[in-house]
């Protein structure tokens, strides 16, 4: 069976400080991958979604970074840390293409919660 | 473009009563409609979905949404429902099978003993 694992799942971080959180899938192959946002009231935000190794498609522009080195990896970053970057950040994937096991969803990672103070 | 919009950011209900959800989207093509729960501090799971047919969809923990394409809704209601189903509930769309999903802001249900 799939699984995706998210870690770290809390961070408490300076401004101005760097991020790394990181997303991997087991299980499947060549899976769409996708980072959101949820921030206090404001629902999910879709910040970032990959087809493929090195493919990346930015949803808003922002002081985050997205990047998948291997199939099953996605990592979000950021150089320096603003306030505004805390929320709840969750990591899903979903099957590519029209065929085969392909149920229209996404599933989702437990989420990591970030506090920049 | 697409979008996704819930009215209610919260709902209160009294145990074993009756609820609605609402949503309404916007799309200027065919779309899939979703609908996911959060319970507190965990990803999201989904409780049920639209593809295509029958325009009522049941979903897991009694829960079902029916697709008004006129009225460009996907509500979802539960007949009688209970302390557990307390968590976020989130309205999505998406316009291409497997890709992206938007989401609404969300729904808080409360209920109430």
């Known amino acids: 069976s799939q699984t995706i694992h998210q870690w770290p799942a809390t961070l408490v971080q300076p401004v101005g400080s760097p991020l790394s959180l990181e997303c991997t899938v087991e299980?499947?192959?060549?899976?769409?991958l996708y980072w959101y946002r949820q921030a206090a009231g404001r629902g999910l935000q879709l910040l970032f979604y990959?087809?493929?190794?090195?493919?990346i498609s930015s949803e808003v522009p922002q002081n985050l970074s997205a990047s998948r080195p291997q199939d099953r990896q996605f990592i979000l970053s950021s150089k320096k840390l603003l306030l505004s970057d805390s929320g709840f950040y969750l990591c899903?994937?979903?099957?590519?293409?029209?065929?085969?096991?392909?149920?229209?969803?996404?599933?989702f990672g437990e989420g990591s919660r970030l506090t920049v103070l | 473009a697409q979008s996704v919009t819930q009215l209610d950011s919260q709902v209160p209900v009294f145990e074993e009563a009756p609820v609605e959800l609402r949503c309404n989207y916007s799309?200027?093509?065919?779309?899939?409609l979703f609908w996911y729960v959060q319970y507190p501090n965990q990803g999201l799971q989904l409780l049920l979905k639209y593809l295509s047919g029958s325009t009522l969809v049941k979903g897991i923990n009694g829960f079902e949404a029916e697709f008004n394409k006129s009225q460009t809704s996907f509500h979802l209601r539960k007949p009688s429902v209970h302390i557990s189903d307390t968590a976020e509930y989130f309205c999505?769309?998406?316009?291409?099978?497997?890709?992206?999903?938007?989401f609404g802001t969300g729904t808080r249900l409360q209920v109430f003993p």
């Open positions: 999505a769309v998406s316009e291409s099978f497997g890709d992206k999903l938007i």
């Open positions: 299980g499947t192959s060549n899976p769409n």
């Open positions: 990959s087809v493929g190794i090195g493919q």
């Open positions: 899903a994937w979903s099957v590519q293409g029209l065929a085969g096991p392909n149920t229209g969803e996404l599933f």
């Open positions: 799309s200027s093509v065919s779309v899939y």
